[in-house]
């Protein structure tokens, strides 16, 4: 699953990076590196700036837009179902009511820096007596922007009519089965588009199934680092670039070395 993740970069490096052409973002939001469901984040995606008339409508165009994280069907009653739906498999998005209409044409990017995953100890527990979970920062090697594959939709609040915030337009972040090495953290992950894939998942023209199953096949694995980091990123309230440095070698226990599948005592070097 993808439950936290980091989005630092300004809205004027994302229309860059994403080649975006117009930009919906009245006003920026802070860096956020410890982005939990229920907030409102970037979103990059493809539609037309004209009326909803077939006949007037323009062609599609790049956008930038703040959208909210916690799908919420346009059919739902109210907007509480969202936090329920803040991930959506890869393997079942063209069979699940809720999924299938948003992914055939309602497709998104979503920006960030990295995200976390937590892996439960084999060996330690925690004050409760249950395994302890250590969290890690998972980020590419390199220092690019990756995009996180998104369905969004748009629902309309019954209780506000046609008030100017009546709207909301909500995402979801679809996930796959972990890549080898990662997979000893946590057994999902975000699907991570790949920059050739960029244009075609944007492309609300694309919608046979088909096609869509083949954007969604797994990219060759080794694009991320797996870094042991503090357990302050378990409370939303904490946030800052602190929440990425790697936690001291003294600290870790009972922690399973993604890269060799071994376990680690205190004190051991990880080979992240």
């Keep these: 699953m993808c439950g936290r993740y980091a989005s630092s970069r300004k809205p004027a490096d994302l229309v860059e990076e994403f080649e975006i052409r117009t930009s919906k973002v009245d006003e920026a939001l802070a860096p956020d ?117 998104g369905i969004y939709e748009f629902w309309r609040d019954p209780e506000k009519q046609d008030a100017d915030d009546a709207w909301l ?35 609300p023209e694309l919608t046979d199934p088909d096609d869509v199953r083949a954007l969604l096949q797994p990219p060759v694995p080794g694009r991320f680092v797996a870094t042991a980091v503090s357990t302050r990123v378990n409370a939303v309230v904490n946030n800052g670039p602190e929440l990425l440095e790697p936690v001291p070698l003294a600290d870790l226990r009972g922690v399973v070395d993604p890269s060799t599948g071994e376990l680690l005592g205190a004190g051991e070097a990880p080979l992240f």
């Design 33 to 149: 590196y410890n982005v939990a469901p229920t907030k409102p984040v970037y979103a990059v995606m493809e539609r037309s700036p004209s009326a909803r008339d077939a006949e007037e409508r323009e062609p599609p165009e790049r956008q930038l837009r703040v959208l909210t994280w916690g799908l919420v069907p346009s059919w739902a009653k109210d907007r509480s179902v969202g936090s329920r739906m803040i991930n959506s498999r890869a393997e079942s998005l063209l069979d699940k009511p809720a999924f299938r209409r948003a992914v055939l044409r309602r497709r998104c990017l979503v920006p960030a820096d990295g995200w976390y995953e937590w892996q439960k100890s084999p060996t330690e527990k925690d004050a409760k007596g249950k395994p302890r979970k250590q969290p890690f920062w998972i980020h590419p090697g390199v220092d690019r922007p990756i995009a996180f594959a």
């Design 169 to 203: 337009t909500t995402f979801s972040i679809v996930t796959t089965q972990a890549e080898p090495g990662l997979d000893v953290i946590h057994d999902r992950m975000p699907f991570v588009v790949p920059e050739d894939r960029w244009d075609a998942w944007l492309d």
